[in-house]
């Protein structure tokens, strides 16, 4: 199974900027998933973020952060990141990576996930 940790979460201001990494291990080099960004903020489900392909030339990102976030991934190096630009307090929630077969948009088709950062973004 591939292992996944998040770091890079914070308290920030409105405005500032966030990189959170996703760093895997277990066996199993992250080339061979598609990489998926989700968050959850209290008393909502889980919800898609971002997510690359496999060789990562092809992106995907949510409506809500279009434009501010980008997802990149460094196979090389068995990480993922998400730069995460103009935050804004809607964006505070658990964000985590996951891994899996070209699913993309669906949580419930990563097996594998992170155990999550806290980012929380102040007014």
């Known amino acids: 199974q591939v292992q996944l940790v998040e770091s890079g979460g914070g308290l920030v201001q409105a405005g500032a900027s966030l990189r959170l990494s996703c760093a895997a291990s277990?066996?199993?080099?992250?080339?061979?998933?598609?990489m998926g960004w989700f968050r959850q903020a209290p008393g909502k489900e889980r919800e898609f973020v971002a997510a690359i392909s496999r060789s990562g030339g092809s992106t995907y990102y949510a409506d809500s952060v279009k434009g501010r976030f980008t997802v990149s991934r460094d196979n090389a190096k068995n990480a993922v990141y998400l730069q995460m630009n103009s935050l804004k307090p809607d964006d505070t929630a658990v964000y985590y990576c996951?891994?899996?077969?070209?699913?993309?948009?669906?949580?419930?088709?990563?097996?594998?996930w992170g155990q999550g950062t806290q980012v929380t973004v102040s007014a």
């Open positions: 996951a891994a899996g077969p070209s699913s993309y948009y669906s949580a419930n088709r990563y097996p594998y």
């Open positions: 277990g066996g199993t080099f992250i080339s061979s998933y598609a």
